[in-house]
T-cell receptor, first 112, second 114 residues
Framework: SAVISQKPSRDICQRGTSLTIQCQVD?????MFWYRQQPGQSLTLIAT?????????ESGFVIDKFPISRPNLTFSTLTVSNMSPEDSSIYLC?????????FGPGTRLTVT | KQEVTQIPAALSVPEGENLVLNCSFT??????LQWFRQDPGKGLTSLLL?????REQTSGRLNASLDKSSGRSTLYIAASQPGDSATYLC?????????????FGTGTRLLVSP
């Protein structure tokens, strides 16, 4: 199994600013995933991050808005840039380990 | 395109009842299916993982079944308790959407009353 931690757990940010979310895993993993869960909705994959290469973004998500870093095999960051109220969501870091998906506790972001 | 639907969207039962949550998917070419629990404002907790070659998995009071040919999975919760109140999500890992990508269902919000 894998244990995932995220920081911050929640934040309230002003429109136009940026927030960087950190994700730490207790095991080395090849790929890390970032998901978004908008209020009352299910989860949507934002991007997949491999160590040493650029992240792969899903349709509807772009690097300028959601830049991702993956400096090593246990850590990743997701930045939400130039935020608007529509970015208010829970952002979740995830890894696949032994064919099973594990999720961090999430970061609840509110943009005012 | 894989689509995953969960029925019902919400369910309210008294404590002690046995209940069934349903998950259906449109593309039967899957690697596995996973059931999660999500408490309000929190992350996801993995409950059960069923590989495509398996028919069911059990963990305590939970039993999940998989019928790949019909594109269905069910999560059976026996003797429900108030602590089971949460949103339950199913997700499939599809052969045609890429192994890395999980496609999530819409969720079933469960409330178990004491």
């Amino acid at each position: 199994s894998a244990v995932i931690s995220q920081k911050p757990s929640r934040d309230i940010c002003q429109r136009g600013t940026s927030l960087t979310i950190q994700c730490q895993v207790d095991s080395q993993v090849t790929m890390m995933f970032w998901y978004r869960q908008q209020p009352g909705q299910s989860l949507t994959l934002i991007a997949t991050a491999n160590q040493g290469s650029e992240a792969t973004y899903e349709s509807g998500f772009v690097i300028d808005k959601f830049p991702i870093s993956r400096p090593n095999l246990t850590f990743s960051t997701l930045t939400v840039s130039n935020m608007s109220p529509e970015d208010s969501s829970i952002y979740l870091c995830s890894v696949e380990f032994g064919y099973e998906q594990y999720f961090g506790p999430g970061t609840r972001l509110t943009v005012t | 395109k894989q689509e995953v639907t969960q029925i019902p969207a919400a369910l309210s039962v008294p404590e002690g009842e046995n209940l069934v949550l349903n998950c259906s998917f449109t593309d039967s070419a899957i690697y596995n299916l996973q059931w999660f629990r999500q408490d309000p404002g929190k992350g996801l907790t993995s409950l059960l993982l069923i590989q495509s070659s398996q028919r069911e998995q059990t963990s305590g009071r939970l039993n999940a079944s998989l019928d790949k040919s019909s594109g269905r999975s069910t999560l059976y919760i026996a003797a429900s308790q108030p602590g089971d109140s949460a949103t339950y999500l199913c997700a499939v890992r599809g052969a045609n959407t890429g192994f890395q990508k999980l496609v999530f269902g819409t969720g079933t919000r469960l409330l178990v009353s004491p």
